[in-house]
């Protein structure tokens, strides 16, 4: 955190792990907003698992809005560090002067929308009627700090993408401390239960937000947030660089509902909200996965783009050896845990014999095919970092649809357990044309970059 990491100059090899390890670390510590939340609401005396079911009916939709956050910060960040790569920092910071606003109108329009709507859409995503009330309990809280929510994600983006890894990574652990010491008291001691639990986590985002603000209206970043300089044309931009992380995140959400509302019709009346638990549980686990692999490659974006806006093609073919290793390296060690340790992340949420058996049954499953995944992580979120969405967001789009695909279709011969089987045959799937893909078409996209005008660039 003593200082900013200089994405055209420093040794490619440490500053990829300056970027990528603290972003990974935030984004694992980020998973305990969600963790903490389910490990105690677990816990909650005679009613812990009809709880824990219904918080994870939450989940998706949680993350849903927060893929908003997503759509605009992945979308600009990128754009910035482009145009500060090119020596344009006026650029740079109208761009950031437009993702403000975009952020707090977005926030302002999803937070009513979210409330009006919350009933029939946590019945439709798979709440029954023992689970539906700790679901609208924990929603509604939660939903009230939506703004902080998408604010704190979205600008702690373009702290990223100026070399602030560090205070990044700080951005997050302030929230996620504080979460963790807030729970207890909320659930537990002023007995609030599961809206104890939303109430801590939108304390903690509440936190993060007044962090990331204050930083970036101080002195030490090179371009701070200002007011004006607005641009439809910028927003649009910003928009189309945002899409494919926004449809990662956001139809990652849809297909958890959906995975939800399968298991619980698959299941039936005795064994429906056993799934919904076991599928919390084992996506509370996927997290672990997911969210640090999309730490290490979206952590890493702000190098790849800032060097393809200064034309270094050397550092960026370096940068993508780097990161291939490091995600590789991540998710077999993650496969590895997942084969022979899961056990005891279970452990945490439910001392329940069957719900412990099924969870980690479901645990073995789902990361089947989560080596590959690493090459689709880092493929699709490259391509987004070198200004190509027409590449990213089909590789997204495909993965989703085969995955929405194979949830709907697979119960239909195998049952409710034959859902969770979708998710390591697309990881494989996906890897592979991944991989394929971004052989085929890396190599020219730099060529041409190294022969393209600055001014062609410019938004």
């Known amino acids: 955190?003593?200082?900013?990491?200089?994405?055209?100059?420093?040794?490619?090899?440490?500053?990829?792990?300056?970027?990528?390890?603290?972003?990974?670390?935030?984004?694992?510590?980020?998973?305990?907003?969600?963790?903490?939340?389910?490990?105690?609401?677990?816990?909650?005396?005679?009613?812990?698992?009809a709880a824990l079911a219904g918080a994870g009916v939450c989940g998706p939709?949680?993350?849903?809005?927060?893929?908003?956050?997503?759509?605009?910060?992945?979308?600009?960040?990128?754009?910035?560090?482009?145009s500060m790569g090119a020596g344009d920092n006026e650029r740079a910071r109208r761009i950031l002067s437009n993702c403000g606003l975009m952020l707090a109108a977005v926030a302002a329009?999803?937070?009513?929308?979210?409330?009006?709507?919350?009933?029939?859409?946590?019945?439709?995503?798979g709440a029954s009627a023992e689970t539906f009330p700790y679901a609208d309990s924990y929603l509604t809280v939660y939903?009230?700090?939506?703004?902080?929510?998408?604010?704190?994600?979205?600008?702690n983006q373009f702290i990223i993408c100026q070399g602030f890894s560090g205070i990044g990574m700080a951005t997050v652990l302030i929230g996620a401390a504080l979460n963790i010491a807030l729970d207890?008291?909320?659930?537990?001691?002023?007995?609030?239960?599961?809206?104890?639990?939303?109430?801590?986590?939108?304390?903690?985002?509440?936190?993060?937000?007044?962090?990331?603000l204050c930083f970036l209206l101080g002195k030490r970043v090179h371009i701070r947030l200002s007011f004006g300089g607005y641009s439809w044309g910028v927003m649009r931009r910003v928009l189309?660089?945002?899409?494919?992380?926004?449809?990662?995140?956001?139809?990652?959400?849809?297909?958890?509902?959906?995975?939800?509302?399968?298991?619980?019709?698959?299941?039936?009346?005795?064994?429906?909200?056993?799934?919904?638990t076991c599928a919390t549980i084992v996506l509370s686990y996927?997290?672990?996965?997911?969210?640090?692999?999309?730490?290490?490659?979206?952590?890493?974006?702000?190098?790849?783009?800032?060097?393809?806006?200064?034309?270094?093609?050397?550092?960026?073919?370096?940068?993508?050896?780097?990161?291939?290793?490091?995600?590789?390296?991540?998710?077999?060690?993650?496969?590895?845990?997942?084969?022979?340790?899961?056990?005891?992340?279970?452990?945490?949420?439910t001392q329940n014999p069957q719900q412990t058996e099924l969870a980690v049954w479901g645990i073995r499953v789902f990361t089947l095919g989560v080596i590959p995944l690493a090459m689709q992580y880092e493929v699709v979120d490259g391509f987004t970092a070198l200004a190509l969405p027409?590449?990213?967001?089909?590789?997204?789009?495909?993965?989703?649809?085969?995955?929405?695909?194979?949830?709907?279709?697979?119960?239909?011969?195998?049952?409710?357990?034959?859902a969770f089987y979708a998710e390591p045959a697309v990881d494989i799937f996906c890897g592979i044309l991944s991989t394929v893909v971004f052989f085929l078409v890396i190599g020219r996209v730099l060529r041409e970059r190294e022969i393209t005008p600055d001014v062609t660039m410019r938004v």
């Not at 849903?64 to 605009?72: C, E, K």
């Not at 009230?144 to 994600?153: E, K, M, P, Q």
């Open 184 to 212: 207890p008291v909320f659930i537990f001691v002023l007995g609030m239960g599961v809206s104890g639990a939303a109430a801590a986590t939108v304390i903690s985002q509440a936190a993060s937000f007044v962090f990331v």
């Open 109 to 125: 329009v999803v937070t009513p929308a979210v409330l009006l709507c919350r009933e029939p859409m946590l019945m439709a995503f």
């Open 1 to 49: 955190m003593a200082r900013p990491n200089d994405l055209g100059r420093d040794p490619v090899g440490r500053l990829v792990l300056r970027l990528a390890i603290p972003s990974m670390l935030a984004q694992f510590v980020n998973v305990l907003y969600s963790i903490v939340d389910r490990m105690y609401i677990g816990n909650i005396p005679e009613v812990g698992d």
């Open 240 to 276: 189309l660089f945002g899409l494919s992380p926004f449809v990662i995140v956001a139809m990652d959400s849809v297909l958890l509902i959906v995975l939800n509302a399968v298991v619980q019709r698959y299941g039936g009346p005795e064994m429906g909200d056993v799934y919904v």
């Open 61 to 82: 939709i949680v993350t849903l809005i927060s893929s908003f956050a997503f759509l605009i910060g992945v979308g600009g960040a990128p754009l910035m560090a482009m």
């Open 390 to 418: 027409r590449l990213a967001i089909p590789l997204s789009l495909t993965r989703k649809a085969l995955f929405l695909a194979l949830t709907v279709g697979l119960p239909a011969f195998f049952g409710a357990q034959g």
């Open 143 to 155: 939903v009230l700090g939506t703004a902080f929510a998408i604010l704190s994600v979205g600008l």
């Open 286 to 349: 996927m997290q672990l996965v997911t969210m640090p692999l999309g730490g290490i490659t979206g952590g890493t974006q702000p190098l790849l783009s800032y060097n393809f806006g200064a034309k270094n093609i050397a550092r960026i073919k370096r940068a993508y050896a780097c990161l291939f290793a490091l995600c590789l390296a991540f998710t077999t060690v993650m496969f590895l845990i997942s084969r022979f340790a899961c056990g005891v992340f279970v452990g945490i949420f």
